[in-house]
Structures are given as structure tokens and as C-alpha cells.
């Protein structure tokens, strides 16, 4: 059983009642660990906690102090903001899932933020609200990147009609996937009707946001060559269109190049979506060229695809996707979580290796074990913490 972790999920009920800090209105009192805003005399009185009905109204109306909250209540790994966050949004779930949900991915530099900013500008100047998320399971408490971003893309963090939210940070995989899904949920509850998904870092992040995005574009530079950059061919398989940005000055003519040779790559590959094939583009987030173009073929792909019933089934099948996906990680982490059945192990893995037991009976005997102990024990409700 090596190699399996004990953590209990983010998004589980525990007994645990310590106060998560970087909650707004909640401060660490434990000694050691007084603010020291306090001790300096310039004590402010702390903000009010809001009510779900506060909340509700607020996101409702598109108050973005009110939505920020809601999302920090959402990534709270503190039971009791767990239970109020899924409260609220499933008093608001009526007003979600009538955005565009757009996944941006590609290498590391390759201009992603630069072409979120331009494009989110260009929506915003055509009438829409834009969300704009980022997805990185790697990021730390800091939320690092995320500060990086905003400040890259300043023009758009500055407009009334955008929202820009850096990734939830760390936490297990399944965390991360949960609390950027229903961030995303408060964004559509909010009015936003395109949601912008950066991807950050390289590995999970493509895999979560494509699970949770209408169309997925992969941005790329130019000279693919053989090694197409590190990006592997079941990332180009994921992608509703290939963007080939920086196709600009100096760059213009190898960009050209390089739009030829995915359009070839692009032959060999099984489309991301039924009915849709993926096509190369040309772009260049500084000097804004290919960005209406780029809108057009999201547009159609959306025209499309619900005409077909595809749009629909990819959403029904995310959801259900997600459903089974938190099962499992509850499951797992219940299992290997629990007291009992990690003080039974050593002896069970000891007697398989010794031959004594097989596997399967291995297993019988843990879930009987398991079994047992979970009937002794109380129901959980996931709301009420
Ligand atoms: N010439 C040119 N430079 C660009 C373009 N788009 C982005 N850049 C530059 O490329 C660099 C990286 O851009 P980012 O937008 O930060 O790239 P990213 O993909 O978000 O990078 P990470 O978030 O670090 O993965 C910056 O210096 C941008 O100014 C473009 O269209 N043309
Ligand atoms: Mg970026």
C-alpha cells in the first residue's frame, strides 16, 4: 500500500476547530501568534462576518467585495466556512452555468496572462463581464503567482467589468479541483458570462481545467520542430484550437511557419471534441492581432456544439465526472484516514508479503474492518458542520 497518503480531504468534515488565519474577520489568538497590529496600538475593528443572505444578495448583485469573500469562504479549509460556502452556493446555483468557460494552457512564458489581459480587454469593450481564474495545484500557502499575474494584467484588473481571482492554493489535487470549480460557479452566480481558466505550472493543471471548461485553447510559440517544446501530444489532444502567439514583427514569418506544421500535427490527432475539428491560429497578445478571430471560432465552436447536443453532454459529463471524482477522493481519504485501519496495516501488509494471506482476502479483511468501525460512527452532514 505504499504510496498512499492519509490526508483527510479539504472539503471533509474533521473535529477540527482550529481558525484557518487569512480568513477575513478571524485572527489567530494563540499565543505567539497575535497580530501585531494589536500590540502596535493601531488596532482596526475587525469587518463584519456576513451572513449567508448577505452573501447571497451580494453575489447576486455583483458586489466583488462580496464575491471575494464568498470565494475565500469557498477555499476556507475551516469546517464551519465549508458548510456556509456550500450553503450559499446552493442557493445560487439557479444563476450558474450560463457562461463561456474558456481554458487557456501552454508552456511557461508562452503568453498566456499577456493574452488573457488583451483578450479580456477586447470582451470587456464588447459588452461582457469577464472572470478571469488561474488553476495551480503546485501553489503554496503564498499564492504567489497569483499576485504575479494581477499585476501583469493590470489594464484588466483595473476594469469594473472584469474579476480577476489567483488559484486556491495547494492543498490535495481534489482540493484544488473543487475550490476552483465552485469559484468558478460564484463568478457565473455573480452575471460574469465568459470565465477565462489560466493554467499554471506544467502536469495536473491541464487535466483539472479541461474538465472544467467549455473549449480548451492551447497556446504556443513559435518552432515546434520534433520535440514540440515538451508539450506532449495528449495536451494537443485536449485542445479545441492551437494558438501560435508572438506571431508578431521579426516573428511573424516563422510563426507562419510553425501555424503549418501544427495544422499538419493536428492531422494525427483525435479531436478534443466530438464534431469539432482543431484547427491552428495566429495571435500576438502585445500587438492584439488574431484576438476577434480567435472570439469568432469560439463563438461557432459554441454554435456548433450546441446545435449538436455536444455542449450539453460535455457539461452533464463534467459534472458527474466531478461527483465520482469527490467520491473517490473522500473514500480514499476516509479509509486510509482512519485510526483503526492504519494500526491493522502493518500486520496485513506483512502477512501478504509473507505469503500467509493474498491480496484479496487482504482486502476483504480491511473492508470488513472498515465496515464495522464506520457503522459505530455517526452520520456526517457535509452541510452543517
Ligand atoms: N512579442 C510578444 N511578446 C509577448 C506576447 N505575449 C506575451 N509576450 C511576452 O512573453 C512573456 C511571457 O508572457 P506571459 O503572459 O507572462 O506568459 P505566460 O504563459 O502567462 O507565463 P507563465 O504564467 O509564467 O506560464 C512576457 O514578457 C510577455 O510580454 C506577444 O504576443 N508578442
Ligand atoms: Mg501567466
Known amino acids: 500500500m505504499a504510496g498512499y497518503t492519509t490526508t483527510t480531504p479539504d472539503w471533509a468534515v474533521s473535529n477540527q476547530s482550529a481558525v484557518m488565519s487569512g480568513i477575513e474577520g478571524i485572527k489567530d489568538t494563540t499565543v505567539g501568534n497575535i497580530n501585531p497590529e494589536y500590540t502596535a496600538g493601531n488596532f482596526k475593528p475587525r ?84 472572470a478571469v481564474l488561474a488553476v495551480d495545484p503546485t501553489s503554496s500557502i503564498t499564492k ?66 479541461r474538465s472544467m471548461v467549455d473549449f480548451f485553447m492551447l497556446v504556443v510559440l513559435t518552432g515546434a520542430g520534433d520535440d514540440l517544446q515538451g508539450i506532449k501530444k495528449g495536451i494537443m489532444e485536449l485542445a479545441d484550437a492551437i494558438v501560435v502567439n508572438k506571431a508578431d514583427g521579426d516573428n511573424l514569418v516563422k510563426a507562419k511557419v510553425t501555424r503549418g506544421e501544427y495544422e499538419r500535427m493536428i492531422e494525427f490527432i483525435r479531436p478534443a471534441t466530438e464534431g469539432w475539428p482543431t484547427h491552428a491560429y495566429l495571435a500576438s497578445a502585445i500587438e492584439k492581432t488574431g484576438l476577434e478571430e480567435l472570439w469568432q471560432v469560439v463563438q461557432v465552436f459554441k454554435k456548433l456544439t450546441t446545435e449538436s447536443g455536444v455542449f450539453q453532454k460535455r457539461r452533464d459529463s463534467q459534472l458527474l465526472d466531478w461527483m465520482y471524482a469527490m467520491i473517490d477522493e473522500h473514500l480514499h481519504n476516509l479509509f486510509f484516514g482512519d485510526a483503526v485501519i492504519n494500526g491493522r496495516m502493518p500486520e496485513i501488509k506483512d502477512a501478504v508479503l509473507g505469503g500467509v494471506i493474498s491480496p484479496t482476502q487482504a482486502v476483504a479483511e480491511l473492508v470488513k474492518i472498515f465496515d464495522v468501525k464506520r457503522a459505530a460512527e455517526k452520520k456526517v452532514d457535509l452541510f452543517n458542520a
Open 47 to 130: 469587518k463584519k462576518n456576513l451572513t449567508e443572505d448577505e452573501i447571497v444578495e451580494g453575489v447576486s448583485n455583483c458586489d466583488r467585495t462580496v464575491l471575494s469573500r464568498a470565494i475565500t469562504l469557498i477555499e476556507s479549509n475551516n469546517p464551519q466556512h465549508f458548510a456556509k460556502a456550500q450553503r450559499v452556493l446552493q442557493r445560487l446555483l439557479p444563476r450558474t452555468g450560463k457562461a463561456l468557460r474558456v481554458g487557456i494552457t501552454g508552456v511557461p512564458g508562452a503568453g498566456k496572462s499577456t493574452l488573457i489581459e488583451a483578450f479580456g480587454n477586447m470582451l470587456c469593450d464588447a459588452g461582457h463581464k469577464v
Open 144 to 209: 504567489g503567482s497569483i499576485l504575479g499575474d494581477k499585476t501583469r494584467m493590470g489594464t484588466l484588473s483595473r476594469r469594473v467589468e472584469a474579476f480577476i481571482r489567483p488559484s486556491p492554493a495547494g492543498g490535495t489535487l481534489g482540493g484544488v479541483a473543487r475550490k476552483s470549480r465552485e469559484t468558478m460557479l460564484m463568478c457565473e452566480a455573480a452575471g460574469y458570462d465568459v470565465i477565462l481558466i489560466e493554467t499554471v505550472g506544467v502536469g495536473q493543471s491541464e487535466t483539472i481545467v
